[in-house]
T-cell receptor, first 110, second 118 residues
Framework: TQLLEQSPQFLSIQEGENLTVYCNSS?????LQWYRQEPGEGPVLLVT?????EVKKLKRLTFQFGDARKDSSLHITAAQPGDTGLYLC??????????FGSGTRLSIRP | GAVVSQHPSWVICKSGTSVKIECRSL??????MFWYRQFPKQSLMLMAT?????????EQGVEKDKFLINHASLTLSTLTVTSAHPEDSSFYIC??????????????FGEGSRLTVL
């Protein structure tokens, strides 16, 4: 069974601080995605990483795919209250299924 | 971008009744759709993979007779929760894979359907 563990599970920081969320697995994924979800809504795709070692930037968000394609990280610089939400990593695994990580609930205090 | 719509957004039903949730891809064809279940403050749990024109593939521990999935066309998949009980109360989310997505597995999600069983 392919599993994705995220850490931390919950993070509450002050506006302006930096943070990193980790997504780890013992399995190799052909690609990995990061989503952000608001309460009562479906997840919204932020980025897809495909190549081992790949780094993608989306404004203040930096995503990295591990060299072995087993892990990924999301770094947010100068967090803002609008960044608050549930962040989910998801891996494309066997049988074309997308498996979601355990989730990181982020709260940014003004 | 691709749009996936779910209906209803929320539903309240009595214990023992059946509830059908629809998932439609509005501007693209989806040969594969996925159904997820999400409990409060938790991540998404894959329930089943819905394949157009064939039987759904259920994840381990998901009762296929309890959660009936039908994918009759390239734009519609339905999830029917049969004989619903309070423990079936949850947020159900569908997603569809855009065909020809280069193998990256990009999914587009519906808005979710919140089911409350009394």
């Amino acid at each position: 069974t392919q599993l994705l563990e995220q850490s931390p599970q919950f993070l509450s920081i002050q506006e302006g601080e930096n943070l990193t969320v980790y997504c780890n697995s013992s399995s190799v994924f052909s690609s990995l995605q990061w989503y952000r979800q608001e309460p009562g809504e479906g997840p919204v795709l932020l980025v897809t990483v495909v190549t081992g070692g790949e780094v993608k930037k989306l404004k203040r968000l930096t995503f990295q795919f591990g060299d072995a394609r087993k892990d990924s990280s999301l770094h947010i610089t100068a967090a803002q209250p609008g960044d608050t939400g549930l962040y989910l990593c998801a891996g494309a695994g066997s049988a074309s299924k997308i498996i979601f990580g355990s989730g990181t609930r982020l709260s940014i205090r003004p | 971008g691709a749009v996936v719509s779910q209906h209803p957004s929320w539903v309240i039903c009595k214990s023992g009744t059946s509830v059908k949730i629809e998932c439609r891809s509005l501007d693209f064809q989806a040969t594969t759709m996925f159904w997820y279940r999400q409990f409060p403050k938790q991540s998404l749990m894959l329930m089943a993979t819905s394949n157009e024109g064939s039987k759904a593939t259920y994840e381990q521990g998901v009762e296929k007779d309890k959660f009936l999935i039908n994918h009759a066309s390239l734009t519609l998949s339905t999830l029917t929760v049969t004989s619903a009980h309070p423990e079936d109360s949850s947020f159900y989310i569908c997603s569809a894979r855009l065909a020809g997505g280069g193998g990256t597995g990009e999914l587009f999600f519906g808005e979710g359907s919140r089911l409350t069983v009394l």
